[in-house]
């Protein structure tokens, strides 16, 4: 099977789909790896090192499977092969475009997040890309430092962080917060994540009277508005004392819910700094605006965008592995022999044979 890695075309993506390492894998395991020139350079991955692991030089767009990690701008939809397979993360669901395609493609993230899953679960592996730079941006925002310092010139306390949304990128979050010194609390309407936080040495929060946020596969569903009401009031009160809170609150499907308003920000010290890992999908914050940093009462509010790309060589390292093990899944002896009834199969594939399967 030729497998083909175009460069990156989305403005600031410096991922790659494939590193040199995974594509030597593949060649041993009988592949055949055409990598665009330059595609890994901003990863740290030079040509030579594709070609040391394998791989060969050339336009990655005719191979039969194409691996990228964003979706094909449109006028790189023309230069799939006809009957080939395209694999990354397609955001099918909102790509009409895309999903018109008369390819197979395969959208990683739709996977279901089941434990099979696990090694080509990308949403995971960029989320825990995300949850530990939005610590580094919150940390370098912030006009004061992380842990506890006693000096001769005074003694100082350590930053207060408060997570809101313990799922993957939020469990990061408070790990690197952690690591960094400050003290961590967290909140999430999923109440099987409180083990997972307090093992981390967070304080979880525990709203008196409970809200039902358990929904499907492991997700969140969305409170109802009376619900959502009381989960604001109770947070105001831990925002209002934190240095510094990252939020990473999303229900598949939907809009972020708002945890953080106008009046909780205002409620804040000046040289507080929220980090909104939820921006791009509305965000969490109600002043939160994607892509950019904004100042409101004294408290900087940073709505980055696709902060995995700006880790480029793990976050491709993790994402090449996860491409790697979708592909032994879906490829035997040299081609893709696709299985429907196969969770992971019929969960990703979003078009095939010319129809459009995507539920
Ligand atoms: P996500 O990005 O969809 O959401 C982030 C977090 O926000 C979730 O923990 C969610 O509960 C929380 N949230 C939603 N609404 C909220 C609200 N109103 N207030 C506070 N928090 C709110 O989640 P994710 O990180 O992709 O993980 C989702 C789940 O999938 C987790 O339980 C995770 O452990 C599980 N998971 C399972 C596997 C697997 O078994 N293969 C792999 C990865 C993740």
Known sequence: MRIGIPKETAPGERRVALTPDAAGRLVKAGHAVVVQAGAGAEAGFPDEAYTAAGASLGDGWGADVVCKVQKPGTGEVAKLREGGALVGVLQAATSGDLVQLRVTAFSLELLPRITRAQP???????????????????????PRFFPMLVTAAGTLPPARVLVLGAGVAG?????????LGAVVSAFDVRAAVKE???SL?????????????????????????D????????????????????????IPGKRAPILVT?????????????VDLAAESGGNCELTQAGTQTMHHGVAILGPVNLPATLPQHASQM???????????VAKDGALQLDFTDEITKGTCVTHGGKVLLA
Do not use: C, W
């Open 201 to 225: 040495g967070a304080k979880f929060l525990a709203m008196e009277e409970r809200v039902e946020g358990e929904g499907a596969g492991g997700y969140a569903k969305e409170l109802s508005a």
């Open 227 to 250: 619900q959502h009401q009381r989960e604001l009031a109770f947070l105001a009160r831990s925002v209002k004392d934190s240095d510094v809170v990252i939020t990473t609150a999303a």
């Open 262 to 274: 106008r009046a909780a920000v205002e409620g804040m010290r000046p040289g507080a700094v929220i």
């Open 171 to 179: 469990l990061q979050a408070i790990a690197t917060s952690r690591r």
């Open 120 to 142: 080509m679960d990308v949403l995971s592996s960029q989320a825990t890309v995300a949850g530990y730079k939005a610590v580094l941006l919150a940390a370098d925002t912030a």
């Open 319 to 329: 994402y090449a592995r996860n491409v790697a093990s979708f592909l032994g899944h």
């Open 196 to 198: 997972q936080v307090e």
